[in-house]
Nanobody, 115 residues
Framework: QVQLVESGGGLVQAGGSLRLSCAAS????????MAWYRQGPGKQREWVAA???????NYADSVKGRFTISRDNGKNTVYLQMNSLKPEDTAVYYC?????????WGQGTQVTVSS
């Protein structure tokens, strides 16, 4: 079982930046994919970005060029640097880790972007 704890959310003006962190603990396999998802008000949860244990990354088109996902395998932590934030980025952001056993989720952190 893997536990995930997100931090770094908050209120920011449009055009601003935030950095989210997600620390993983517990039984972590070396081969895994860590990802960020988000769920805006009245919307379904959507995938934002992912990074493999080897460092390969992928991004949703809506955040490409503005968000950067990274990880520190030594600290079992994944980050999401969010720049040029827009009001439509307002959501609860969730961390996810996937391995051969399945998925684990964090509790989420709120990001609010004011116009």
């Amino acid at each position: 079982q893997v536990q995930l704890v997100e931090s770094g959310g908050g209120l920011v003006q449009a055009g601003g930046s935030l950095r989210l962190s997600c620390a993983a603990s517990g039984s972590i396999l070396s081969v895994n994919v860590m990802a960020w998802y988000r769920q805006g008000p009245g919307k379904q949860r959507e995938w934002v970005a992912a990074i493999t244990n080897g460092g390969s990354t992928n991004y949703a088109d809506s955040v490409k060029g503005r968000f950067t996902i990274s990880r520190d395998n030594g600290k079992n932590t994944v980050y999401l640097q969010m720049n040029s934030l827009k009001p439509e980025d307002t959501a609860v952001y969730y961390c996810n880790i996937a391995d051969r056993r399945g998925n684990s989720w964090g509790q989420g952190t709120q990001v609010t972007v004011s116009s």
